[in-house]
């Protein structure tokens, strides 16, 4: 797979970027832990949550409870329920597919950030805000007859650039897995994840879409280390990291019918 290959190969080379501001260690990704070390202990909590949930339901199988408790039920938030659905799995059917598309468009621009070129059109249609389709066109006759005074019943779509919705399904996403509705938002490890790849990119952004270079370092340097962020908040997200290959493809972002991975 191209794109996984890239993000490999991506990261191998590090090195390259310690001369931008900020890098100093021997590594992209101890840099990134000596920045915001929290991120590595909120990687491990995803994990060990996840461990639990398993040994969880393992052990109310053995014990003939199979029928009280689901597998769906377990990953979901405590408290986080309404009726017999439950936050995360509804989460995961409203989010995954805009959350995949945008990584995938996101690893798009790696090639030509390498390179330096800002001006490459992958990086532009990013970050521009009339280039992506968030909510497409819909008929608003009623019965086939238009009620609109206007005659303006076949609508309008709604247009971002992909970044900005990446910002709004990252967020809402990452606010689904939480562990109970008392704690904030900011507090949750998914959203301080996504808070710190927004930060990157949002700087990223201003360098690139009102005077783009050539040969932008700066701008190399927030996308590396974006990059390096996005791995530990996929991974919270219980979604498969960049370098998998799951992202070579492109994704469905109207609302899924499943919130499994296939």
């Known amino acids: ?111 030509d950030v390498v390179k330096g070129d800002m001006t490459a059109t992958s990086i532009q249609d990013f970050f521009d805000v009339t280039k992506t389709v968030i909510v497409a066109a819909r008929n608003q006759a009623i019965n086939g007859q238009c009620t609109k005074k206007d005659s303006s019943c076949k609508g309008a779509e709604v247009r971002d650039s992909r970044y900005n919705d990446m910002k709004t399904s990252m967020y809402l996403l990452g606010n689904a897995f939480r562990i109970n509705q008392q704690k904030p938002p900011d507090n949750l490890p998914t959203v301080k994840a996504a808070k710190a790849f927004f930060k990157e990119i949002d700087a990223m952004e201003k360098l690139v879409v009102k005077k783009p270079k050539k040969n932008d370092q700066v701008a190399i340097g927030h996308y590396a280390r974006s990059l390096e962020i996005l791995d530990v908040y996929l991974d919270l997200v219980e979604l498969p990291p960049t370098d998998s290959g799951n992202y070579d493809q492109e994704f469905d972002t109207l609302v899924g019918k499943s919130s499994r991975i296939t």
């Open 1 to 111: 797979m191209r794109l996984a290959a890239f993000v490999a190969s991506f990261l191998t080379l590090n090195q390259t970027f310690w001369s931008v501001e900020g890098f100093s260690g021997p590594s992209l990704s101890q840099s990134l832990t000596s920045r915001s070390p929290t991120l590595q202990v909120e990687r491990e909590e995803g994990s060990r949550r996840r461990f639990l949930n398993s040994s969880f339901v393992s052990t109310l199988s053995f014990l003939g409870f199979t029928s009280v408790i689901s597998p769906n039920d377990a990953v979901a938030s405590g408290g986080a329920t309404a009726g017999k659905y439950t936050t995360i799995p509804i989460a995961k059917r409203r989010y995954y597919g805009r959350v995949q598309e945008a990584v995938h468009e996101f690893l798009l621009m790696g090639p």
